[in-house]
């Protein structure tokens, strides 16, 4: 509903307007000022008394006559050209030569605006790197076969899905909270080799790991002379967080962004399992190994994103933040073998099932980097897409505590580092 002041009382405003102008004149002017021309508003169209104004302002706003429902004007009478009617054609200081004034049928009035929206949500696909860290594959098919298969760190190139999802809620007129979760569920892969497919001449248990140098060390009950190898990996990663945002706009109003400051749970588990088939003697043996980790992340950070319009309806930015958290971790080995050491032939070693779990708290670091470009394609209706670089430290992993050189030598290292990197695509609603 659009209000302006009774006609009377905007009839008595302009008269002191005009009365009071030779009162200013007479204390001086400051260099380079130039009296209001009110009287080339003579001739200006006033409003009746019955109708509303078309733009209703006060007369520091736009002069008597925007007082009496006229247009606005400036300090010499002439119409003011405000920036929701920038285009191409007017004159210098008129907002002339905009170049970005002929788009999707030129500017609203909200003119390009900050980013915003209620809900947001959508699919991403994310890619793990340095999962397994530096480790090697785990079978060659024979001792000094230079082949090499189960290669953890080639089996888990592919991006993964997941979604995303956040909420705004206004809780002042620059401000809003927000509440987001992102999450990627059961990623991970399942290999496996059997011996007369790879062997030369299709030898049936002719396998060989890495846990004893792919057969240059003493062979493994139930690994080495194997007859089948396989891994299975298994990983979920988890984002939730709460923020405050704070909104800003700069000089050019087609930049604008918030600050934000919040606290963040983050919870990466994974899991790997190696199972192999071997033969000890003259029978067939077993082994499975396992590797668990968990990791919870909790914490506060900071950052923030800032936007260019480039259209009416159509935006580019770029996020960032940075924080740092207490990891709490677990991490847990298993190995179990079926051979037994009394009937094993000489020069085969053979291991004792064994359990090894430690746990305990860290300080982490994490940090995530985004940059987006969103449409506007309904009043109420956005979509947006984008790349996104997720980076954590001091985490306890399986690639970096599988020991390849000695099996159940338990919690090596709780300092692994993961990058995940990847798209997203979401859709973004106003009400």
């Known amino acids: ?68 429902g006229g247009e606005f004007v400036d300090v010499q009478g002439r119409d003011v050209i405000v920036q929701t009617q920038f285009a191409e054609g007017y004159p210098a200081g008129f907002g002339g030569g905009d170049p970005m004034a002929i788009d999707f049928g030129g500017y609203g009035q909200d003119q390009v605006g900050p980013h915003y929206f209620d809900v947001h949500g959508g699919l991403v696909y994310l890619q793990g790197e340095r999962l ?27 991006f993964e899905p997941g979604w995303h999802v956040a909420f705004r809620y206004d809780i002042g007129a620059l401000a809003v909270l927000e509440a987001a979760y992102m999450g990627l569920y059961d990623f991970g892969f399942a290999d496996s080799v059997n011996s007369a497919d790879v062997a030369p001449g299709g030898a049936p248990s002719a396998l060989v790991s890495v846990f004893n140098n792919f057969g240059a060390g003493a062979p493994i009950a139930g690994i080495d002379q194997g007859i089948t190898h396989s891994v299975d990996f298994e990983a979920d990663f988890q984002s939730t967080e709460i923020n405050y945002r704070r909104y800003w706009v700069g000089v050019n109003p087609r930049v ?21 088939e071997g033969v000890v003697g003259a029978a067939s043996e077993t082994v499975s190994l396992e590797w668990n980790n968990e990791n919870d992340m909790v914490g506060f950070h900071f950052g923030g994103d800032a936007w260019l319009g480039l259209r ?24 179990t073998f079926s051979a037994d050491a009394a009937t094993a032939p000489v020069g085969v070693v053979v291991i004792e099932d064994f359990s090894n779990a430690a746990e305990g708290n860290q300080v982490a670091f994490a940090t995530e980097a985004d940059a987006s470009i969103v449409a506007d394609i309904l009043p109420s209706w956005s979509l947006s897409g984008g790349y996104q670089v997720l980076y954590l430290n001091s985490l306890a992993t399986v690639g970096g505590n599988i020991n390849q050189g000695a099996i159940g030598a338990g919690l090596r290292s709780t300092q692994s580092s993961l990058l995940f990197h990847g798209f997203h695509a979401e859709l973004e609603y106003i009400w």
């Open 132 to 158: 397994f860290g530096n480790l090697e594959a785990f079978t060659a098919p024979g001792a000094g076969n230079p082949d090499r298969f189960l290669d953890p760190a080639g089996d888990s190139d592919e």
């Open 1 to 68: 509903m659009k209000r302006s002041l009774p006609l009377d009382g905007r009839r008595i405003v302009a008269l002191l307007a005009v009365l009071l102008s030779p009162v200013a004149t007479a204390l001086g002017q400051p260099q380079g000022y130039v009296a209001p021309n009110f009287a080339g508003m003579a001739g200006q169209k006033f409003h009746q008394a019955q109708q509303i104004p078309a733009f209703p302002a006060s007369p520091l706003a736009g002069g008597p006559a925007a007082t009496q």
């Open 256 to 276: 604008s962004g918030t600050y934000l400051v919040g606290a963040r749970y983050l919870r990466y588990t994974d899991s790997f399992q190696f199972n192999s």
């Open 312 to 335: 009416q309806g159509l935006r580019i930015g770029v996020e960032g933040t940075a924080g740092v958290y207490n990891n709490r971790y677990k991490f847990n080995n298993s190995g």
